[in-house]
């Protein structure tokens, strides 16, 4: 069947409600998945967009050069998104190549595997005392105390921000991310918020350097952005570059590693007999790392793209400009790809998961978050032992946005 709508957004096939993504996630998934490849919806930022759910197309798609990340090659009036001061969009999530790959060469060495492993002994340090300073109660929501603590710290010692910088961070993150339908100015607030409070860091970090990310990227920018701030030459980074490259680790450090460890903590909850194989060695949280990221990982989608030029996916035309969505959770329960698809298994040895994407645009922290979610599983494992859900399993309520999937709280007891 062949489908076409205008570049502006306005005609083409009906709709499809979201309310069922956000109130049954995967059940949703499956019947857009059996129904066609490609469907039209209200994207994140209530606009029409079209969702790609099948697992080969996804997987093709997130490689392919003609759809673009950058936002100026959206038709007008099709894409409104986060309304980002330049300071904080001027990010790779934002960027197409030459300047996506001129912007995350200067940065990939802080993410390589050896470096990342320098980190483990430090941040096993961190989740072991936060899991001190909650053991005494018996009982915590384990979100807010100990996985929404842990990658904060892990990725705010990387950057070097004090650590009475910290506090504000997750109020500004959730607000972004999950905006509140009775706060509708909160994420312009925290935008505001956001840009003073990395304006103020990098003007203290340039006058006082130290030993930590932030200060590196700050020498690249002023040692080689000889020509004037522009940073339009090889190796060099903007003014806006420096602070929305800041912008972007921290927060894509922080936000999707918190609901990564979150859900696997409900994963494993849920599967007990997995739970106690990996209690009894835990060496094997690094070949379950996959399986748990696929089964239920939190980028429910990928970044927005916009075509470059009219392309057919799945038999279905979609004009250049147009928003397009790439559901990895939808591609990770496609079982003409992975085999039973809705079980969780990491003995299978299923791979492929796209939870951190594919292509130019892998993600950039991916060794990071896998040590830190292995480390604080780890920890947790060892410290408690009889480790259970504190409420009942249908109690527990996942944030109302298709963009992610994270729980709103994990009450849990031991």
């Known amino acids: 069947m062949q489908n076409t709508a205008n570049a502006a957004g306005t005609d083409g096939p009906e709709l499809v409600d979201t309310a069922p993504l956000i109130e049954d996630l995967y059940p949703a998934l499956a019947k857009l998945r059996e129904a066609g490849p490609v469907h039209r919806i209200a994207g994140t930022d209530g606009r029409p967009a079209w969702l790609v759910t099948r697992y080969e197309d996804v997987r093709r798609l997130f490689a392919d050069p003609r759809l673009a990340l950058d936002k100026r090659h959206a038709a007008p009036g099709n894409y409104s998104g986060f309304s980002l001061p330049p300071a904080l969009d001027t990010n790779l999530l934002n960027m197409d190549p030459p300047d996506h790959t001129r912007v995350r060469r200067l940065v990939v060495k802080a993410f390589t595997p050896g470096r990342v492993e320098k980190m483990r002994e430090p941040v096993r340090r961190v989740a072991d005392e936060l899991l001190d300073a909650i ?4 009982r915590a929501d384990l979100l807010a105390a100990y996985a929404g603590q ?8 990387l950057l070097g921000v004090p650590q009475r910088d910290r506090r504000d961070f997750r109020a500004w993150s959730d607000a972004l991310i999950t905006p509140d339908p009775a706060r509708p100015g909160a994420a312009k607030e925290a935008v505001g918020s956001m840009l003073r409070f990395y304006t103020e860091l990098i003007a203290k970090k340039r ?9 590196d990227l700050i020498r690249v920018r002023d040692d080689e952005a000889g020509d004037g701030g522009d940073g339009d030459g090889d190796g060099r980074l903007s003014e806006h570059e420096l602070t929305s490259l800041a912008f972007l680790i921290l927060l894509a450090g922080y936000e999707n590693t918190v609901h990564l460890i979150a859900n696997s903590v409900l994963t494993l909850l849920d599967h007990p007999t997995v739970l106690q194989e990996l209690r009894e060695d835990p060496s094997g949280l690094a070949a379950a790392f996959d399986e748990l990221a696929r089964y239920e990982g939190p980028a429910t989608l990928g970044i927005r793209r916009f075509p470059l030029e009219d392309i057919e996916i799945g038999g279905v035309t979609i004009p250049a400009g147009e928003t397009v969505l790439l559901s990895a959770a939808a591609a990770h329960r496609d079982p003409a790809h992975f085999k039973d698809p809705d079980d969780f298994n990491p003995h299978l040895g299923r791979s492929g998961h796209l939870a951190l994407g594919h292509g130019i ?8 978050a896998r040590m830190e979610m292995e480390t604080a599983l780890a920890a947790l494992l060892r410290r408690f032992p009889g480790l259970r859900l504190d409420v009942p399993r249908e109690r527990l309520r996942w944030r109302p946005t298709i963009r992610a999937r994270g729980l709103i709280s994990l009450p849990v007891a031991w």
């Open 135 to 138: 053991e005494p109660d018996g």
């Open 361 to 368: 645009h892998y993600c950039l922290g991916a060794p990071l």
């Open 207 to 215: 006058a006082e350097p130290a030993d930590d990310l932030l200060s």
């Open 150 to 157: 842990l990658p904060i710290i892990v990725i705010c010692d």
